[in-house]
């Protein structure tokens, strides 16, 4: 079945340690996004690439990039994780063409120790 | 950004009641959307009604828009304890539609 994987589900990290998320895709969208979520908060757009045109959101910290080497894949880089950087990662895609549908992975739960 | 308010912030009903959700937005839109969201999982697309249709059936789900009003409502029709979750809604607005502007959600906690 086509779908938007996201690995680990599961990270903890130590305050300041780098830290990378893995997002890929076997639906072919040429839109990606990066959310973080706060328990009971909806979710936040980090920034989003549409194709290879990479589009940061104004009040997204510097503190986070991210990387898309090709359609299927994309990644989150967190350069120097804070304790309130503890969220739920999450990904998706759509198709431009589809007036914005979006297809989510299950999520990557972020702890920073 | 976002945008959307939802009304009620949580919602407790018994299996079989018919559960109700309100969303509120204050831009133009393309379109209007609802996710559900199973606690610790991604979001799930349910719905989405366009700027020109007033009201829209999917299964238990209806969904009515009122671009007057700027607002949407989700009904959920004979609640099952499966549908306990998150609900959101989101917007796709006339200007940029690669973004969604989203709702701050509705916890809907169906009881068996």
């Known amino acids: 079945d086509a779908m938007v994987i996201q690995n680990p589900r599961y990270q903890v990290t130590q305050f300041g340690k780098p830290v990378t998320l893995s997002c890929s895709q076997t639906?072919?969208?040429?839109?990606m996004y990066w959310y973080q979520q706060k328990s009971s908060q909806a979710p936040k757009l980090l920034f989003h690439?549409?194709?290879?045109?990479?589009?940061n959101e104004a009040d997204t910290p510097d503190n986070f990039q991210s990387r898309r080497p090709n359609t299927s894949f994309c990644f989150l880089d967190i350069r120097s994780p804070g304790l309130g950087d503890a969220a739920m990662y999450l990904c998706a895609t759509s198709r431009i063409d589809r007036e914005n549908e979006q297809y989510f992975g299950p999520g990557t739960r972020l702890t920073v120790t | 950004s976002q945008q959307g308010e939802e009304d009620p912030q949580a919602l407790s009903i018994q299996e079989g009641e018919n559960a109700t959700m309100n969303c509120s937005y204050k831009t133009s839109i393309n379109n209007l959307q609802w996710y559900r969201q199973n606690s610790g999982r991604g979001l799930v697309h349910l719905i989405l009604i366009r700027s020109n249709e007033r009201e829209k059936h999917s299964g238990r789900l209806r969904v009515t828009l009122d671009t007057s009003k700027k607002s949407s409502s989700l009904l959920i029709t004979a609640s099952r304890a499966a549908d306990t979750a998150s609900y959101f809604c989101a917007t796709s607005g006339a200007g940029n539609n690669r973004k969604l502007i989203w709702g701050l959600g509705t916890s809907l906690a169906v009881n068996p």
């Open positions: 690439y549409y194709d290879k045109d990479f589009n």
């Open positions: 639906l072919n969208h040429n839109v």
